[in-house]
């Protein structure tokens, strides 16, 4: 006879699993720009995709074992064309895709005896900025709407906190890729890890472009925003310091060319007395030239 377990012991042991699986991958980041979604994931193999196109306008990203959530992907690719053949091409939603994924992974972690390891983003870029759409499914079937940003998998609190407070409205891509990269390269000692370009896999859903917005940033591209984004990173440090054309000026200090005008004499004769006192090319006083110590 086999030991009983309470289904809520059950629950828990599946969601601690999940969890530590996903916990060994690296974090994802999905955040809004002026011109559409960037979905940025560090991924050194070329070959094996994190992020993908589901359909016209949305684009899929996940974390934890590939052979799960690409599964999931191909399943949610079936469903956006058999929904927008049957229907029209405006009915396939990242909405719809989201709530598809939320029932299988929900079915999955409560009847199977394994959960599935991965956690999933669904973003749909919109017209305009208010008709962005990012939702977040995690193993255990649950979709949160998120608004401007998510970070996912991983360490994703620490990248959630950075990527707060650099993450602001109406970014450029540049900008949103600066923000991006620097949640991503953060650790947690407050340190920075170097990421280069072939260690990182970056799409966007272009707001401008008709029809299919997706589109994947690779080698030049890639490496002209890693340059602006690192610029961009040294720019105040630079500018923190001042030059020696921007040095605090010295204190003024009395020169003798600057000394206060004294009442003039009354003109005497040449045989007169000289005037008494030092001599003011004789003075001890600063010219005001050099600077203080």
Known sequence: MPFYVSPAQQMRDKAEYARQGIARGRS???????????M????????LHKISEIYDRIAFAAVGRYNEYENLR??????ADITGYQFDRRDVTARGIANYYAQTLGTIFTESNKP?????V???VGEQPDGDQIYRITFDGSVTDEPGFVAFGGEADRVSAVLKERYSEGLSLAGAFGAALSALSASGNGERTEIVD????VAILDRT???RTFRRIRATRLEELIAEARAAESGPAASGTPEASEAPEAPDTPAAS???ETPEAPETSSDSAPPTGPDPSQTDRGGGTEPPL
Request: aromatic fraction near 4%.
């Open 40 to 47: 940025m994931a560090p991924n050194p193999s070329s070959a």
């Open 116 to 120: 599935f390891e991965v956690e999933i």
């Open 258 to 260: 600057q000394a206060p």
């Open 209 to 211: 472009r008709d029809h």
């Open 198 to 201: 072939s260690q990182l896999e």
């Open 28 to 38: 994802c980041v999905t955040l809004q720009y002026a011109g559409g979604i960037l």
């Open 122 to 124: 669904v973003a749909e």
């Open 74 to 79: 191909k399943a949610g690719v079936t469903v």
